[in-house]
């Protein structure tokens, strides 16, 4: 099922950092994460020279020992939570629409803010248009701030099917729900568990209004949710005791 799925295999900076991803806080010692390289048939050597890379490239600090997730990866923690556990408000029918008002800006200022835009999980309606249900509690960064105009409103259409591709992020998550259940080793699971967060990152986060009665964002959380606890379960076990 993870081939069909065309799921990445593990590498040692996969393992690294999608286990600093679920670490609260995201820090480590080396021996530990080789600890959990073994679970996964990964050697020493293979761990140790993937820590040093991932600190030469930025995504990680190693401090007294320990390493630990940088800032640029501490953000993408920081959506990965928000993605599992999101801070919906009662969603009364408006609309948040953001007009970019900034001048002409450099492609890479450009590129910035749709990634932000997508972060915030607004959708383009067209170039410089950007909306969403009014369901959600987050902060702006201030790269929307600066550049943008925000404004409240009802569409007289509904927007949803235009703006969101509802039907095939229903798909997958059955896909990943199926795989995750028919995982037969820790490192399968462990594939299917890291592409479930991805998968949880391009949620929509839409009221119950606008979705189908049988959404499966809640039933993947579920399925998440249970092999964190166990793949917690087993790092206590094999990987943080004495």
């Not at 809640?218 to 005791?241: I, K």
């Amino acid at each position: 099922m993870t081939n069909t799925l065309g799921l990445r295999p593990l590498t040692a900076r996969s393992v690294v950092l999608s286990t600093l991803l679920g670490s609260h806080p995201p820090r480590l010692r080396a021996r530990y994460l080789v600890r959990v390289g073994e679970l996964f048939g990964i050697a020493e050597g293979t761990i140790r020279v993937a820590l040093s890379r991932m600190v030469a490239a930025g995504d990680l600090v190693q401090t007294g020992g320990e390493y630990e997730l940088t800032e640029r990866l501490l953000a993408r923690q920081a959506r990965q939570d928000e993605s599992r556990f999101p801070r919906t408000l009662p969603w009364d029918g408006t609309w948040e629409i953001a007009i970019i008002t900034a001048e002409r800006r450099p492609a890479a200022e450009r590129a910035a803010l749709r990634q932000a835009m997508a972060a915030l999980r607004l959708a383009e309606l067209r170039e410089g248009t950007w909306l969403r249900p009014a369901n959600l509690s987050r902060s702006r960064p201030g790269i929307v701030a600066q550049q943008c105009t925000f404004l409240t409103g009802r569409p007289e259409d509904d927007l949803t099917a235009t703006l969101w591709d509802l039907d095939g992020w229903t798909s997958k998550a059955h896909a990943l729900t199926t795989a995750i259940d028919e995982a037969d080793s820790l490192a399968d699971r462990f594939t299917v568990a890291a592409a479930v967060l991805r998968h949880l990152l391009n949620d929509p986060l839409l009221p119950p209004e606008l979705l189908p009665g049988d959404w499966p964002g809640p039933d993947l959380r579920a399925h998440y949710e249970r092999f964190e606890v166990d793949f917690g379960n087993l790092l206590a076990d094999h990987v943080l005791a004495p």
